[in-house]
């Protein structure tokens, strides 16, 4: 992992930074499992994911946080209806804003002066806000901190892999088309460069029951994320269909998972939290999945 932009941290001197590193570390300890949603695609729904796996872990009872890092394209406020802004307390440290269901949430999208302002920002300065958002916010005491990524393997998710150490796991995301799955095929080899373990892999968008005669339509074919599941040798977490209500809840600000009783679709949320809520009780969740480097291996 690239030590560059460490060098622009603000901190003055060694033991400034010394202390931020124990600051960092600390928060880091107080949160059991932090969950990294990542693609190697875009659109494929990761914010859309990150927010009802959030939504339906804090169903479940646990406690939960929801970290946007994606630095140019923050979708999560919008997602979870907030616009709060955080609050600044003592020392510097910022207050997530909380949900509906009691999610701890936090992004750059609350301190923008306006939902179409652009962050035009390099790779180090979105570490020292990444860094931020997980040293000087208070967090507190979680059992899941879910984290949305930027799509692909850049800055925002080298990041997350180098800083909220120990107990990350990702999550991967694709479409079933080849198209996706060849980008998150990619994101497989980016865990298992970094040592980031996966939890599994999500389908998204996965076919579409005509909502009038409930016909099945493959809209971007079918299974592609249970054969990259088996290739790996990862877990697979399920498929979520499309759903024109994710759109409209997308829209709305309310995360489809509030309510799993809703729909098909938000009970495919709950199944894919079952490993993740099951976590402590697998050890073998802690290993790398095979590389991933040949088309053909499909
Ligand atoms: N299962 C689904 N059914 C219907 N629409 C969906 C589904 N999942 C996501 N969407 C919609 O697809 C669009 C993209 O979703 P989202 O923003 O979550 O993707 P993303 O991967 O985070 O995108 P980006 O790469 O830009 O960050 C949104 O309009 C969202 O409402
Ligand atoms: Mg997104």
Redesign the pocket.
């Known amino acids: 992992m690239g030590k560059e932009p460490r060098t622009e941290l603000p901190v003055k001197d060694r033991s400034e930074r010394d202390l931020a590193d124990r600051i960092l570390r600390e928060r880091m300890e107080q949160i059991s499992h932090k969950l990294l949603v990542l ?1 190697g695609k ?7 994911v990150a927010a009802n796996l959030a939504t339906a872990l804090a169903g479940a009872g646990k406690r939960v946080g929801l970290l946007d890092v ?1 630095v140019h ?1 923050p ?1 999560i406020p919008k997602l979870m209806g907030l616009d709060g802004l955080p609050a600044l307390g003592d020392d510097e440290v910022l207050h997530p804003v909380k949900s509906v269901k009691g999610v701890k949430v936090m992004s750059i999208g609350f301190l923008l002066p306006r939902e179409d302002t652009p962050v035009v920002w390099r790779g180090p300065r979105k570490y020292h806000l990444i860094r931020q958002f997980l040293q000087q916010v208070d967090w507190g005491e979680l059992d899941f901190l879910v984290i949305d990524a ?2 692909g393997t850049g800055d925002e998710p080298l990041a997350v892999a180098e800083l909220v150490r120990p107990r990350v796991l990702a999550v991967l995301v694709t479409t079933p088309q080849d198209l996706a799955v060849a980008d998150v095929r990619r994101s497989v080899n980016f865990c298992n460069e970094v040592n980031l373990p996966i939890i599994g892999i999500l389908e ?2 996965s076919g579409l029951a005509c909502p009038a005669c409930g016909h099945r339509i493959e809209l971007f074919k079918s299974g592609g994320g249970e054969k990259l599941a088996k290739a790996t040798g990862l877990r697979f977490l399920g498929s ?5 209500k ?2 409209d809840c ?1 829209d709305s600000g309310t995360p489809f998972a509030a309510d799993p009783a809703t729909s098909p679709t938000a009970k495919a949320f709950a199944r894919a939290i079952e490993p993740i809520l099951a976590v402590d009780a697998q050890p073998d969740v802690h290993t790398v999945s095979r590389p991933v480097r040949k088309r053909k291996a499909l």
Do not use: A, R
């Open positions: 693609s875009g659109g494929v729904g990761k914010s859309t994606d394209g979708s930027p799509p998204n968008m979520i269909p499309i759903d024109p994710i759109v997308g």
